[in-house]
Antibody
């Protein structure tokens, strides 16, 4: 059974840093592209970052230069390193798997999310 | 990377059909046949319902269907059931391995 479990969410002060983790199991992690999506309280979904199976990276304009996605295939784990955090980064952060069933452009499994709160 | 435009809310009675629209630009919805739709119940993770505009994962009932015309994609739910009450989000590939989501639509079953 495919499972994605996020961790690392916490209360952090503005300007601070945090690293989120997403532990994957139930599927061969290394061939799959992965993403992070966030959802501010009471708001909609926002795509944040993508990493390919060959470690190519992309980021939303809102986090470029501050957030870095990475992966450790030996540990079956996806990461999101967040720095220079702002109040508007407060959200539940989800990791999700990019499907390999068609054109690799949709997200077929999601974790339950981890809450990041940026506040003084 | 502006969010796609969805109606804030739609509603329907059990057994009826409802359609949710999702409007983007030629740089996202209109430029690629890579629109997906996600269902999210309160406090839960999103669930993939439609991908590549019209395709359904095998576990999703055929009451859910997708379409696209120009810069607007649509999700239609027929034979509404109480469990269909949820938030629905469209998402489009926008090139260079970037994606954009819609603002979300709250679907109420009356």
């Amino acid at each position: 059974e495919v499972e994605l479990v996020e961790s690392g969410g916490d209360l952090v002060q503005p300007g601070g840093s945090l690293r989120l983790s997403c532990a994957a199991s139930g599927f061969p992690f290394s061939p799959y592209e992965m993403i992070w999506v966030r959802q501010a309280p009471g708001k909609g979904l926002e795509w944040v970052s993508h990493i390919s199976d060959t470690y190519a990276l992309s980021n939303a304009d809102s986090v470029r230069g501050r957030f870095t996605i990475s992966r450790d295939n030996a540990k079956n784990t996806l990461y999101l390193q967040m720095s220079s955090l702002r109040a508007e980064d407060t959200a539940v952060y989800y990791c999700a798997r990019v499907s390999r069933s068609s054109n690799y452009k949709e997200f077929d499994f999601w974790g339950q999310g981890t809450l990041v709160t940026v506040s003084s | 990377q502006s969010a796609l435009t969805q109606p804030r809310s739609v509603s329907g009675s059990p057994g009826q059909s409802v359609t949710i629209s999702c409007t983007g630009t030629s740089s996202d919805v209109g430029g690629y046949n890579y629109v997906s739709w996600y269902q999210q119940h309160p406090g839960k993770a999103p669930k993939l319902m439609i991908y590549d505009v019209t395709r359904r994962p095998s576990r999703v009932p055929d009451r859910f269907s997708g379409s696209k015309s120009g810069n607007t994609a649509s999700l239609t739910i027929s034979g509404l059931q109480p469990d269909d009450e949820a938030d629905y989000y469209c998402c489009s590939f926008a090139g260079s391995y970037t994606w954009v989501f819609g603002g979300g639509t709250k679907m109420t079953v009356l």
